[in-house]
């Protein structure tokens, strides 16, 4: 049945526009499928009109298939995925020339859809990508077959091992798109395909072997892929099967490659990892849609941000804001401090601009939204005053007496501590309605993930209007509320002691990362410490008594490191010994502290097995995690997972902590407790939340979708 809202068609002259318009991001379901097909009959049979043009309404020509569609078939595998072949000749064989206009983003689908097409014209803002692997899937839709024969072997595994979208002019360079069109789109389309019904027959995309190149000269691309698909996506299998099924299209005749590509996407959807990583980008999108936000008014936009304190946090803050284009004012109490980190801006721009990342012209303007002011001197003026200063509660507290005083009525006023207490904070600003923690993570102007703090007193459109900004930032803002170490590092202690408590009893530093890189985790914990420095987490104990250590044990050894000057990788030396490449060496004089200590403190040494380190050390994430969630610091399970995934490393094709937690069952998790509590103390005491769900046979996804059950309640 022809859905003409879904797919309305407009005729200019002999050229039918038809355009797809199924917002926000006119994804293709079964119903859009059927309504294109459906004008594309009805243009068929429609002797004056010679051409036709494909577009997209909004900002998004099409983002893929409907994930939804998607996520039924990678949940039940009684369905099937969904079937674009059958759209995908029609547009091929099609008698009149058909022109892809993409507005804006062509993603998945929405580009095999737009590859299946004779010409494709794009706008200047067009972004075409494969991302599928992102979802733990592969392009099942004649994507990996004809994106080689429009642009290559290389490029095309480039484009599908990353999943990164390009612009539409390195699109005009690869040969995907004919042209890009400054002006108006749909105009130039309709001119270009006028054209093309003069021109005559339209050539075909599986037609083209031309670009494929030979067997001998296509190896080392494939080689490389492969490699480079390990060391980028290590564990992941989508990657290494849309190489397959590019090697298939590089070798194979086109219908004999989309059998082959069928067959691998489907063994993709069927995956585990799929689901998982289907997980993580359902969550991600979750955490922003907070209950009561939407029907308490617009937030006040952001435009101009003040941040106070330009040390590495603060420098990269002001990256991150003014990337996004909004105007920033930087200032630190110490002018050597404000000088330095004005330079590692304009370093950082400047290596962007050298690796080819960034136009000189880009990264200059960017540079010139930062202005340099001096002590509150930003405030006034701004509607948004970030605090970077040093994470300590009396200095922190000066200044939100300072800002409280001086900020404009209404502005909002954060804080980027990474732990302390926002409400002490909010008590001497004198309006703790407007202050809230914005828990960006370093490199702040790389790093995805916002933990945004809500305090008891903060207003309802402050928390909105820093979800708008987690937005603007390109991040992802989840909201928590108020308690020592939020969500993220509260659950990165017990991890981090429980490493080192390992150590302790006989495992090396090299040993428990080893076995946390294997299960996934982007670095090892001691490496992370090292890292971050060693005087950060120190410091934190010093702040907060809480993370001091449970149950009579306290880890022992990284305050000794920190008096020895051993900070991490500022200093060379931490947990591991550091050359000129970063990379971490073990070294031989941690391993005789720790075990000095160890004798001194009568702990047995003795071989560790890699079980014992990974159940040890992610079941005490797990756990905290738990304790988070049934204390209502985090809102939901999935949220817990969102702030693993984006901001800690977490593996994205194990979906989480907590929804990893689902997948080796609660039962078993809160028996393992069980049994480590009564080996090694109170520290492992199941959370009562998971003891709860174990109970009951449940899950944390069945707990969040109660819980989402009842705040749709009105
Ligand atoms: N199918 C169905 N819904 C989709 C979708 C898809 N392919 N892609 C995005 N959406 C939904 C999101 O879930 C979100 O819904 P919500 O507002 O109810 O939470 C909404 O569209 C907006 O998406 P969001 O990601 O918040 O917007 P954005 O402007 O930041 O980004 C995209 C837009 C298209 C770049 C991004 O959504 C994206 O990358 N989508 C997935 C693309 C993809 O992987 N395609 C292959 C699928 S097979």
């Not at 009109?49 to 939804?68: E, H, K, N, Q, S």
């Not at 435009?303 to 991150?320: D, K």
């Amino acid at each position: 049945m022809a859905s003409p809202e879904l797919v309305p068609v407009e005729r200019r002259g002999d050229v039918a526009v038809v355009r797809i318009d199924h917002p926000p991001v006119n994804a293709i379901g079964e119903e859009v499928r059927s309504a294109l097909a459906a004008a594309l009959g009805a243009v068929a049979a429609d002797p004056e009109l010679r051409a036709v043009v494909i577009t997209g309404t909004g900002r998004t020509f099409a983002a893929g298939a409907d994930i939804r569609e998607l996520e039924a078939a990678v949940l039940d595998h009684a369905r099937e995925p969904p079937d674009f072949h059958a759209l995908l000749s029609l547009v091929e064989d099609f008698a009149k020339p058909i022109v892809m206009a993409l507005n804006g983003t062509a993603l998945g689908g929405g580009l095999e859809l737009a590859m299946a097409g004779h010409y494709r014209v794009a706008d200047s803002d067009a972004r075409l990508g494969l991302p599928e692997v992102n979802l733990g899937i592969i392009p099942g839709a004649e994507g990996t077959q004809r994106l080689p024969r429009l642009v290559g072997v290389p490029k095309a595994l480039e484009m599908v091992v990353s999943g990164k979208p390009i612009s539409g002019e390195e699109a005009r360079a690869a040969g995907l798109v004919d042209a890009v069109h400054g002006g108006d789109l749909v105009e130039g389309a309709v001119a270009f395909a006028r054209d093309a019904a003069r021109r005559g027959a339209p050539p075909r995309t599986r037609e083209r072997g031309d670009r494929i190149g030979d067997a001998a000269s296509n190896e080392p691309h494939f080689a490389a892929a492969r490699a480079q698909a390990r060391r980028t996506r290590p564990h992941q299998t989508a990657p290494l099967a849309a190489i397959q099924a590019i090697a298939a299209a590089a070798t194979l005749p086109f219908d004999e490659g989309c059998r082959q590509e069928r067959a691998l996407a489907r063994g993709c959807v069927r995956s585990e990892q799929a689901r998982a990583m289907l997980h993580g980008f359902l969550a991600e999108r979750g955490a922003a849609r907070l209950p009561g936000l939407a029907t308490n008014g617009r937030p006040a936009a952001v435009e101009h941000v003040a941040i106070l304190g330009a040390g590495t946090m603060g420098a990269a803050i002001a990256m991150a804001c003014a990337n996004a284009g909004l105007r920033v004012s930087l200032s630190d109490g110490s002018t050597e401090a404000l000088t330095r980190g004005f330079s590692t801006i304009q370093r950082t721009y400047q290596s962007s601009v050298d690796r080819g990342r960034l136009t000189a012209a880009a990264a200059a303007e960017r540079f010139a939204r930062i202005r340099s002011v001096a002590g509150y001197e930003g405030c006034g003026a701004a509607e948004l005053v970030i605090e970077a200063v040093f994470e300590n509660m009396t200095l922190k507290k000066e200044v939100f007496v300072e800002i409280g005083r001086r900020a404009r009525p209404g502005a909002i006023l954060a804080s980027n501590t990474s732990t302390l207490d926002i409400d002490q904070l909010g008590a001497v600003s004198g309006v703790p309605e407007s202050v809230i923690g914005l828990h960006f993570f370093s490199p702040a102007h790389v790093m995805r993930l916002l933990e945004i703090v809500r305090g008891v007193a903060t207003s309802e459109g402050v928390v909105a209007a820093a979800l708008q900004l987690a937005k603007r930032l390109s991040k992802v803002g989840v909201v928590v509320r108020n308690a020592p170490g939020f969500v993220g590092n509260r659950m990165m202690f017990p991890y981090m002691y429980e490493a080192q408590f390992l150590a302790e009893e006989g495992a090396s530093p090299e040993q428990v990362d080893e076995v946390l890189t294997d299960f996934g985790m982007a670095m090892g914990i001691f490496a992370v410490d090292d890292m971050g420095g060693l005087d950060v987490a120190w410091r934190i104990r010093k702040e907060l008594r809480q993370f001091e250590g449970d149950d009579g044990r306290k880890p022992l050894v990284a305050d000794l490191l920190v008096e020895l000057g051993r900070l991490g990788q500022k200093t060379r030396k931490g947990w591991y010994r550091y050359g000129e490449d970063r990379k971490p060496i073990p070294d031989p004089e941690v391993v005789a502290l720790v075990e000095s200590v160890a004798r001194a403190n009568r702990i047995e040494r003795r071989p560790v097995s890699r079980e014992e380190i990974l159940e040890r050390t992610i079941y005490a994430l797990v756990n905290e995690g738990a304790r988070a969630l049934g204390e209502g610091v985090a809102r939901r399970a999935a949220d817990v997972d969102v702030i693993y995934l984006t901001g800690y490393g977490f593996p994205a094709f194990r979906g989480g902590p907590l929804y990893y937690a689902d997948t080796v069952g609660l039962g078993r998790i809160h028996e393992r407790l069980l049994a480590l509590q009564r080996e090694h103390g109170r520290r492992f005491e199941p959370a009562p939340l998971l003891a709860r769900l174990a109970r009951e046979g449940s899950s944390f996804r069945e707990h969040d979708r109660t819980l989402e059950a009842k705040e749709a309640r009105p």
